[in-house]
C-alpha cells in the first residue's frame, strides 16, 4: 500500500509537470505564430 502510495504521489507531480510544460509551450508557439503572421 505504501508503494502505491508514493506511486500516485510521483505521478501526480509528473503530471503537474506536463500540464506546466505544456501550457508554457502552447503560449510559446502561439507567441512565435503571432510574430510570423504579422
Do not use: Q
Not at 12 to 33: E, G, L, P, T, V
Amino acid at each position: 500500500m505504501f508503494t502505491f502510495i508514493f506511486l500516485l504521489n510521483k505521478f501526480s507531480f509528473f503530471d503537474k509537470a506536463f500540464k506546466i510544460s505544456f501550457f508554457f509551450h502552447f503560449n510559446y508557439d502561439i507567441r512565435i505564430n503571432w510574430v510570423w503572421i504579422s
